[in-house]
């Protein structure tokens, strides 16, 4: 089979003259930052590196790394390179105790990134003609409209389902046709489900691809999508700090590894512990450097997504860098229906309600294909009631705020006092009963 | 006028009645009255004991989230209509239960009722101008 490529030229550029393009690239990011941006400069001042000290691509190791927390110190707009005239869009992921982490788009970086998911589309096998079911929510997060502008940029036609309805959706791939599903895998799942108990015989669909991402999913669940919905299924990855989706992409053949489009984006892989960069091929977490990015550049940024890179030629002949499939975390972010979910986060939710204790604990579940969260919550005296209905709205209300927060629906349990385990004085806050 | 009672939660999970009973026994408390109230989820195990701060405090002790509240106990005559007279006082008087459950006495003359109201004053209020008897916590032991 022929490759298709949407930037041949870039895809399949040998690794002398990629480097050369991300040193120039990276040589004018940092002398960027460093004039525009007050904390990089500091940063980098503390660190003792100026500019000019990056002569090479290895250089990179001296500059400081870039962490979440930094974007939520500097909430909202504080990284932003540019001023706000320049911003044409915004979007924002779930922070740790509730503030989100926002980053900005110039004109430019909406096209960048429509470029980068197309030629992600293409990599997986979609083109031009191709009708894109598009289930990613749209909003905030950047899945539904990064997936839409890249389809737009295709010149695919793009149906913007966003997520919900799943009975509407089922008539949809049945009646409009489409042939490109994007969505997270589990809703992937979920789609194949509800057609099997309405009856509705996948067969019959013109799904020809699925591109899954914004949640970790297993070899099974592979094997699993791509024999109930008839289809090959492509693992696509991103995160809102770097870009949104589109920042590596599994092709047709590498059964595993997913280019990242290193001409935009420098991956290393680093000892979490140490911050050492590790050689190629060894497992530890994956930190990136945008390198074209212009309302909100990241240098050296911490994604605490646990991987490893590959550097030797695919055989679908690109020549960028595949990352294997992500299959952890460095902390303790759990992905619940694509959202991102720190426990802190229902912590900081469980201090702010009156008399409630942080004694909590979360259960992550899959039924069926849907992810399931409940928070166990132990009642304390003062918010004991011998009425059951006040203890029903406290539930209610923890759920609530829960949602508000988080965007994610969990069950509320109570339980009795000192019934969450704590294992050497300290509470087992996370059970994840899926098997990813 | 007022009686205290006791309230512990209860998730629903097997042996937990037992433990508190068990535990109310070891200390020499009797109980005299219970009811249990529940959702899917967990319970509210209402009890009136005849030594209070006892029982809470060994309930307590045991690892039990335990309340205290105060709640009525009326006496009305163990007959037909018993329960639906102090109700008609009630409902006269424009006050809502919130829950309430009963029951007879030794000799089997009178039946007690166990009420709680969103607003005890005035149900006090209104009872006792209808002529009803209210039982303290000690009467209510002496029985």
Redesign the interface.
Known sequence: MTTTYWEEEMETLPRAGLESIQLLRLRRLVARVYAKVEPYRRKMDAAGVKPDDIRTLADLQKLPFTYKNDLRDNYPFGLFTVPLDEVVRVHASSGTTGKSTVVGYTRKDIDTWANLMARAMTCAGAHRGDIVHNAYGYGLFTGGLGAHYGAERLGAAVIPVSGGNTRRQITILQDFGPTVLMSTPSYALNLADTMEAVGVDPATLSLRIGIFGAEPWSKNMREEVEKKLNIKAVDIYGLSEVIGPGVAIECRNSNGGLHISEDHFLPEVIDPDTGRVLPPGELGELVFTTLTKEAIPLIRYRTKDISRLFYDTCSCGRTLVRMEKVTGRTDDMLIIRGVNVFPSQVEHVLVGIKGVEPHYQIVVEREGNLDTMQVLVE???TV??????I??NL?KKIQVEIKDLLGVTCSV???????IQRSEGKAQRVIDKRKL | MRVEQIAVFLENKSGRLAEITAVLADNGINIRALSVADTADFGILRLIVDKVELAKKVLKDNGFTVGKTNVLAVEVPDRTGGLAMVLKTIEKAGINVEYMYAFVNKSGENAVLIFRFEDMDKAIGSLQAAGFTMLTGEQICAL
């Open positions: 009642v304390s005296e004991f009631s011998d009425e059951i209905r203890l029903e539930a349990k109570l339980v009795e006092p000192r019934t």
